[in-house]
């Protein structure tokens, strides 16, 4: 679903990604911890196609993407990558079912079958009756529920979430993660959360360490691993 070979990435003489080999399966919910600035939201922004690497390739849906001129970057990002951040970026002009909407006008989508998919999303996140109130009428788990059904719209492939319940109480936090879960059975998307939230990082089907830059575990979850090993110096990994 997701492979990233040999990512790099700086910004002046900073070196914020320094050699990122990934795979994540379809399906899965992987989330990406690590200390602030170790190259999380960098290597999340580049899989999501917002941010170009400096070398290497990222492979969403089988399609190199870093290959990709920016009109048909911005036609893949589209159509096959939901994006949730931290604040909701809801338009606070207009309705929770306009805001989830607005991703499939830019698709084309008719006003029609914009409405169903939106209505029926709501639905499952059990905001119908909140459907026609603006952002600042939705309290904050709502106003979040609604950035996911937005991020949902087009049916994407992944979903890419940025620190998604960071805004969040303890209940609503709770909320959510059960949400991503209840989501992936029933449509089947691929998550990749950034989080500093442990408890959503126990419970999703792999974590992934990382620090300066590096993976510090194994990206293959079949990969041997054993804690009591001394670390290789010479291996990327054990860094």
């Not at 290497?56 to 994006?83: C, E, M, P």
């Not at 079949?222 to 990994?237: G, I, R």
Request: net charge negative; charged share 25%; glycine share 6%.
């Amino acid at each position: 679903m997701i492979t990233v070979k040999e990512i790099t990435k700086s910004f002046g003489s900073l070196q914020v990604l320094k050699g990122i080999d990934l795979h994540i399966d379809k399906g899965e919910i992987v989330s990406i911890v690590g200390p602030s600035g170790a190259g999380k939201t960098t290597l999340l922004q580049i899989i999501g196609t917002l941010d170009r690497p400096d070398s290497g390739s990222v492979y969403v849906d089988s399609i190199d993407v870093t290959t990709l001129s920016q009109k048909k970057l911005a036609d893949f990002r589209n159509q096959h990558i939901g994006f949730v951040f931290q604040f909701h970026q809801l338009l606070p002009e207009f309705t929770a079912i306009e805001n989830i909407m607005i991703p499939a006008y830019i698709a084309g989508r008719s006003n029609k079958e914009a409405q169903r998919r939106a209505a029926e999303l709501l639905d499952f996140m059990g905001l119908t009756d909140r459907a026609h109130h603006k952002p600042n009428e939705l309290s904050g788990g709502e106003k979040q529920r609604v950035a996911v059904a937005r991020a949902l719209v087009n049916n994407p492939a992944v979903i890419l979430a940025d620190e998604p319940s960071g805004s969040l109480d303890t209940k609503n936090k709770q909320e959510l993660h059960q949400l991503f879960f209840d989501l992936r059975d029933k449509f089947g998307q691929t998550f990749v959360i950034v989080t500093h939230d442990e408890q959503l990082a126990t419970i999703t089907d792999r974590t992934i360490h990382m620090r300066d830059g590096l993976l510090e575990v194994p990206s293959d979850p079949s990969a041997p691993s054993d804690p009591s090993a001394p670390l290789d110096p010479s291996d990327p990994s054990d860094l």
